[in-house]
């Protein structure tokens, strides 16, 4: 791949992710994730409620890219994730959608740097699949001015294994999720039939970087390291405990597992009954003892009232508080 300007050319003719669209997004945002070859920034904030290790006592700088590579019916982030895309005029989304645009590397560079200077120390890219290029610029950006701050990749997985190859000298710690294993679930909720092919090879590749060890600092928050995480999805139980099985044999019972309950219905979300509502105590439960079960013990369990507390509004400054 070759840098222009500090993003790759080959978004020319981009096949960045599974989808290989071959779509010309400098000269216009486009392809399956209507994209251009910017930075599209819904957010850059502080979030204190990811896992402990990586938000620490203080939070994390959280950079929320808009728009997705992604399709999923019940997204939580609807807001910004479907940013560009037909459907946010179908279902109105407009209506309710924080101000995007594309940012400069310079401008990012800037917040991020103002606010590592008050005293935060990890940078989480969140949703990067889509602009991995830019998200490298800003990296690059970030340690020319001399600030090597803990750069978290906080993805759907949804990515080719080479992304994650060029990432290994880069990212410090993987967040990525694993959501499905079951090519016809993945199509069903997030239009991605080989989303378990990708996501399985992805998290492996993460995982020959990293490994099982966690390095944490004094304060205990991770500087280096892989956490997978796993949302619950209401009615999609015997999903759930195929995934953990297939971690459980094809990547580690010793990895760190972030199981999560906090699954809220949006006024987006379509597809399936059950997603309109929240999670069964029971369901929860079934998959937590399949976790034990399996072997797993390093991680989190969020508690099943989560969805309470997990309702970002990207119209505000700070959208988690
Ligand atoms: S990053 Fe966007 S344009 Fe490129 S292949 Fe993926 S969905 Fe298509």
């Known amino acids: 791949m070759v840098y222009r300007h500090g993003i790759y050319t080959d978004l020319a003719d981009c096949t ?54 992604l399709r999923c019916v019940f997204c939580q982030n609807y807001e910004i994730s479907f940013y560009g895309k037909p459907e946010s005029l179908k279902y109105g989304l407009y209506g309710k959608q924080p101000e995007i645009r594309d940012w400069s590397v310079r401008e990012v560079a800037d917040t991020i740097a103002e606010q590592l200077d008050a005293g935060y120390h990890a940078v989480g890219f969140v949703s990067p699949s889509h602009v991995a290029p830019q998200a490298v610029a800003v990296i690059r950006e970030l340690h020319n001015r001399g600030y090597h701050p803990v750069i978290v990749w906080n993805t759907n997985a949804y990515e080719k294994a080479e992304t994650i190859r060029m990432l290994d000298s880069l990212v410090d710690v993987y967040l990525p999720d694993f959501k499905y294993i079951t090519p016809s679930v993945a199509r069903e909720l997030s239009d991605a039939e080989d989303y378990p092919l990708y996501a399985a090879a992805t998290i492996s590749e993460m995982y020959r970087q990293r490994g099982n060890r966690l390095h944490l600092s004094e304060d205990g928050t991770v500087q280096r390291g892989l956490i997978i995480r796993h949302l619950v999805i209401p009615g999609f139980i015997e999903e759930s405990k195929k995934v953990l099985r297939f971690i459980a044999e094809n990547i580690s019972t010793g990895v760190y597992i972030s199981l999560m309950s906090q699954y809220y219905p949006t006024p987006f979300t379509r597809g399936p009954v059950s997603l309109q509502r929240t999670l069964y105590e029971e369901e929860y439960e079934t998959i937590k003892e399949e976790m034990y079960r399996l072997g797993f013990r390093n991680g989190w369990i969020q508690d099943i009232g989560s969805h309470f507390h997990y309702r970002p509004d990207f119209s505000r400054e700070h959208p988690f508080e």
């Open 16 to 69: 960045l992710c599974p989808r290989n669209c071959h779509a010309n997004r400098i000269e216009k945002p486009s392809g399956y994730c209507h994209t251009g070859a910017g930075i599209p920034v819904a957010s850059i904030c502080i979030h204190r409620g990811e896992e402990p290790v990586i938000s620490g006592k203080k939070g994390i700088i959280n950079l929320f890219f808009a728009g997705c590579n």
